[in-house]
């Protein structure tokens, strides 16, 4: 979940809070091969207690806090867009590792006749697989890219369509100013809008249909 700054705005501007950077849901990566299990300490020491959280009791008059991270994971839609970037993810990954295999296959079938080819020939067959591991790795990061390009599209969606909530809840409780309640130690729990914002959210939208966007698709319409 990517870092947010200290955001001051007020009234009709509500939706410079919101802002299109997306949140980090889901990456694709390249196949890796899996890691050794870490054995466990014979004896961990006990984890610190942590700090019991203030208590604020006390409101301002005109001060209000908001969430972008409350509304992406608490509306509805929200999640749904989680869901769905988790089940690219999940085809990207299958993709490949897919190919991934194959190529394993390949360079094992080649080590196996590698005796009964010539040395042109097997030369020849290492650079093909060296080749199609390159592009694999190429295509792995497209991959990426794009889930993070689909990501930051459906998340600015869901931010879009909660700013008139969001203006809504800065006019009825009447905000002069509006803090990202993520860059703030806490506040009261009053002068939060994120749970009316969510609730709006939810009885306009759930879910939406997106797809992975496809940047290697790209180039070649733009040589027609």
């Keep these: ?6 955001i001051l705005i007020a009234g009709a501007s509500a ?3 919101l802002g299109a950077a997306p949140l980090a ?6 196949p890796a091969a899996a890691a050794p299990v870490a054995r466990a300490p014979a004896a961990a020491a006990p984890a610190a207690a942590a700090p019991a959280a203030p208590s604020f009791t006390a409101t301002v008059a005109g001060v209000c806090v908001l969430s972008r991270e409350g509304i992406l994971g608490g509306s509805k839609v929200g999640k749904y867009v989680q869901t769905r ?3 690219l993810t999940t085809q990207v990954n299958a993709e490949l590792t897919g190919e991934k295999t194959a190529i394993e296959t390949a360079a094992k079938d080649l080590d196996a006749k590698k005796a009964t080819l010539g040395q042109a020939a097997q030369q020849q067959q290492v650079t093909a697989l060296q080749a ?3 592009a694999l790795q190429d295509k792995a990061q497209v991959r990426d890219r794009e889930l993070q390009a689909t990501e930051q599209k459906a ?5 879009v369509e909660a700013t008139p909530f969001v203006d809504a809840q800065v006019k009825a409780k009447a905000c002069g100013v509006l803090l990202d309640a993520n860059s703030i130690l806490g506040a009261n729990s009053a002068m939060d809008l994120t749970p009316g914002v969510i609730t709006g959210l939810d009885g306009k939208l759930q879910e939406f249909a997106f797809d992975r966007e496809h940047l290697d698709a790209q180039p070649a319409a733009q040589q027609r």
């Design 85 to 87: 970037l988790g089940q």
């Design 132 to 134: 199609r591991a390159s």
């Design 15 to 17: 939706i410079a809070m």
């Design 25 to 30: 849901f889901a990456q694709a990566k390249a």
């Design 1 to 6: 979940m990517m870092k947010t700054s200290t």
């Design 155 to 159: 998340i600015q969606r869901v931010l």
